[in-house]
Structures are given as structure tokens and as C-alpha cells.
């Protein structure tokens, strides 16, 4: 999924979700731009909620912020300033409430879960309402965890409830081993930027990014940050790119269904030829040699 400017989606209460030990009761993404009213409207009436008031929720939310900055408190926390890198969680019957800064806004992820599996991985990692914010910094494999949860929600392939279920357990796993992470060792500048700069691509997949203005966002030229880049990762900010996306395009050709057009459209390729030649040349072999057989089983 290349996350639109909003997409959310609840779910209902399905029958045996209780067995599994953790639910998904809703999941989604918010480009939210400088100045907008926030939060937006269209949620449930039991979600909604106004900065005077607040709200409480009866389950837990896990909230990642990618980009902008905001404000977030509880009654049980007090007020924290949040950045790009933060994930912070929403507390079943804590009082709370946040939003984004009029001039910066933000992009948010989050996933509401429940379920005495969820209850006890929270416990195990020592998370507290006390101290709900978490600097986790920009991980690619963390945000891949939210984006599964909302790809699936989005396709409900069979069974779907169940995969959201544990993929929401996942969230709470990596956050423990970031929170591990960091604690042992940091990361240089050099390496923070390209941390960065492989998460917006990420969240770009479905389309193209102007590399002069990442590295000026990152406050790097762009020749600085193509070298720090290829020093970390062995290939240049656009090789990387295109691997992302023909990664992506393998596993949607395998299990997916899709036809070749609409997985070329959907990552944001010129033409499904030029989609179609750098996908041989890249992996030995056409599109349609690894593409899902139609009418097979689908994946999540």
C-alpha cells in the first residue's frame, strides 16, 4: 500500500477474535498538512475528540509520527513534545489528547488493538502510561509494520482479522528491540539521515521523490547525502529506490493477483514497458514469469 493522504478503516467485533489474544479495532494514516483542523472529521463518535476535551479509549493505540511535529498529553503523563521519530501510546481509560503543530502538521500511523496477548506483550516490554512517548527514530522496518496492518485491512483477504491480529503483536515486539537498540549504541548524523531518507522512500513507493529536496530537508547538500548514503547502504539514493520498489513489485506479483499494468501504475512507473524491461533486467526473468497464477490463493 502507498499510504494516501488519509485512509483509515474500523472494524467490527468478528466472532473468535478472543482465541487469538490480540484484535485490530481500527488502523490508518493521516498526511495532516500546516494549518489543518485536526483531528479531521469522519471518525466514530467514540473517537472523536476536540484539544478542550479530550478523550479516553478503552483499548490500546499506537501512534507514529514520520514527519512534523506536535503535542501529546495524558493525565498520567503530563505534556511531551513530540517529533518525527516518536511513536507514542494511547493508554485503554487514560485520559488524553494531541495534535500536530499549525505550522509544521504531521504524518501519523496508528493501529488500536486489544486482547490479553496485547496485555501481556505490553506488560513483558515495561511499557507505562507514565511514560508513553518513545523515541524509535525513523525505522523502516517499524513503519513496514503499521503498512502491513493497513495493506491488509485495506485488501481483507480471507482471514484477515486474525493477520492483523498478530501483525499488531509486532509492533509492540519491535518497539522492544529499538528501545534495546538505543539504549546500547547511537547513530551518527550521517547514519540518522539515511535512516530518514529509507523511510520516506517507503512511504513514496507509488511514487517519485526529488532527491535535491530530501537532502535539503535532511540539512545536507546532495552530494553530502549521496556519498553518506552510498557509504551506508553500498548503492545510490535512486538504486535504492528502485530496489524498494522492485521488491515490492515481487511480492505483489507473487501473491496478489494483480496484473502487471496495475502493480506498474500502483508503484508509480512512466509506462508498464520501462516497469516491464527493469524488472528483467533487474531480476533475470519478465514480470509475468513470477506473477501469481489467476484464480490462486490469496495473501494478505
Same mark, same amino acid.
Given at each position: 500500500?502507498?499510504?494516501?493522504?488519509?485512509?483509515?478503516?474500523?472494524?467490527?467485533?468478528?466472532?473468535?477474535?478472543?482465541?487469538?489474544?490480540?484484535?485490530?479495532?481500527?488502523?490508518?494514516? *493521516?498526511? $495532516?498538512?500546516?494549518?489543518?483542523?485536526?483531528?479531521?472529521?469522519?471518525?466514530?463518535?467514540?473517537?472523536?475528540?476536540?484539544? @478542550?476535551?479530550?478523550?479516553?479509549?478503552?483499548?490500546y +493505540?499506537?501512534?507514529y509520527? *514520520?514527519? #512534523?511535529?506536535? $503535542?501529546?498529553?495524558?493525565?498520567?503523563?503530563?505534556?511531551?513534545?513530540?517529533?518525527?521519530?516518536?511513536?507514542?501510546?494511547?493508554?485503554?481509560?487514560?485520559?488524553?489528547?494531541?495534535?500536530?503543530?499549525?505550522?509544521?502538521?504531521?504524518?501519523?500511523?496508528? $493501529?488500536?488493538?486489544?486482547?490479553?496477548?496485547?496485555?501481556?506483550?505490553?506488560?513483558?516490554?515495561g511499557l507505562?502510561?507514565a511514560?508513553?512517548? =518513545?523515541?524509535?527514530?525513523?525505522?523502516?522496518?517499524? /513503519?513496514?509494520?503499521?503498512?502491513?496492518?493497513?495493506? *491488509?485491512?485495506?485488501?481483507?483477504?480471507?482471514?484477515?482479522?486474525?493477520? $492483523?491480529?498478530?501483525?499488531?503483536? @509486532?509492533?509492540?515486539?519491535?518497539?522492544?528491540?529499538?528501545?534495546?537498540?538505543?539504549?546500547? !549504541?547511537?547513530?551518527?548524523?550521517? !547514519?540518522?539521515?539515511?535512516?530518514?531518507? =529509507? /523511510?520516506?522512500?517507503?512511504?513514496?513507493?507509488? #511514487? +517519485?521523490?526529488?532527491?535535491?529536496?530530501?537532502a535539503?530537508?535532511?540539512?545536507?547538500?546532495? &552530494?553530502?547525502?549521496?556519498?553518506?548514503?552510498?557509504?551506508?547502504?553500498? /548503492?545510490?539514493?535512486?538504486?535504492y529506490?528502485?530496489?524498494?520498489?522492485?521488491?515490492?513489485?515481487?511480492?505483489?506479483?507473487?501473491? *496478489?493477483?494483480? +496484473?502487471?499494468?496495475?502493480?506498474?501504475?500502483?508503484?508509480?512507473?512512466? &509506462?508498464?514497458?520501462?516497469?516491464s524491461?527493469?524488472?528483467?533486467?533487474?531480476?533475470?526473468?519478465?514480470?509475468?514469469?513470477?506473477?501469481?497464477?489467476?484464480?490462486?490463493? #490469496?495473501?494478505?
Open positions: 500500500m502507498n499510504p494516501k493522504r488519509r485512509f483509515f478503516r474500523y472494524l467490527p467485533a468478528y466472532a473468535g477474535m478472543e482465541e487469538w489474544g490480540a484484535r485490530v479495532l481500527d488502523a490508518g494514516f *493521516t498526511n $495532516v498538512l500546516p494549518g489543518a483542523e485536526y483531528p479531521a472529521p469522519g471518525h466514530p463518535e467514540d473517537h472523536h475528540f476536540s484539544w @478542550e476535551n479530550g478523550r479516553r479509549l478503552s483499548a +493505540t499506537f501512534i509520527i *514520520t514527519s #512534523g511535529a506536535g $503535542v501529546f498529553e495524558s493525565e498520567a503523563s503530563g505534556t511531551a513534545a513530540i517529533s518525527a521519530g516518536n511513536v507514542f501510546v494511547l493508554f485503554p481509560g487514560v485520559w488524553h489528547r494531541f495534535r500536530p503543530l499549525q505550522e509544521s502538521g504531521w504524518d501519523e500511523y496508528w $493501529v488500536e488493538c486489544e486482547g490479553s496477548a496485547i496485555d501481556s506483550a505490553v506488560e513483558r516490554i507505562e502510561a511514560n508513553p512517548v =518513545i523515541d524509535v527514530g525513523h525505522d523502516d522496518a517499524f /513503519l513496514r509494520c503499521f503498512l502491513n496492518i493497513l495493506e *491488509t485491512v485495506e485488501a481483507e483477504p480471507p482471514g484477515f482479522e486474525a493477520i $492483523v491480529g498478530l501483525r499488531s503483536l @509486532e509492533i509492540i515486539a519491535r518497539l522492544r528491540s529499538l528501545r534495546m537498540i538505543a539504549a546500547e !549504541q547511537g547513530f551518527t548524523p550521517g !547514519q540518522k539521515a539515511v535512516k530518514q531518507s =529509507i /523511510l520516506k522512500m517507503r512511504e513514496n513507493l507509488g #511514487g +517519485t521523490l526529488e532527491w535535491d529536496e530530501l535539503k530537508d535532511l540539512g545536507m547538500s546532495y &552530494s553530502s547525502f549521496r556519498r553518506v548514503f552510498r557509504k551506508e547502504t553500498g /548503492l545510490s539514493p535512486g538504486s529506490f528502485i530496489e524498494m520498489k522492485m521488491n515490492r513489485a515481487r511480492q505483489l506479483l507473487a501473491s *496478489t493477483g494483480k +496484473t502487471i499494468q496495475e502493480i506498474s501504475d500502483l508503484l508509480g512507473f512512466e &509506462s508498464v514497458y520501462y516497469f524491461r527493469l524488472f528483467k533486467a533487474r531480476n533475470g526473468m519478465p514480470p509475468s514469469a513470477t506473477r501469481k497464477p489467476p484464480g490462486a490463493a #490469496g495473501g494478505g
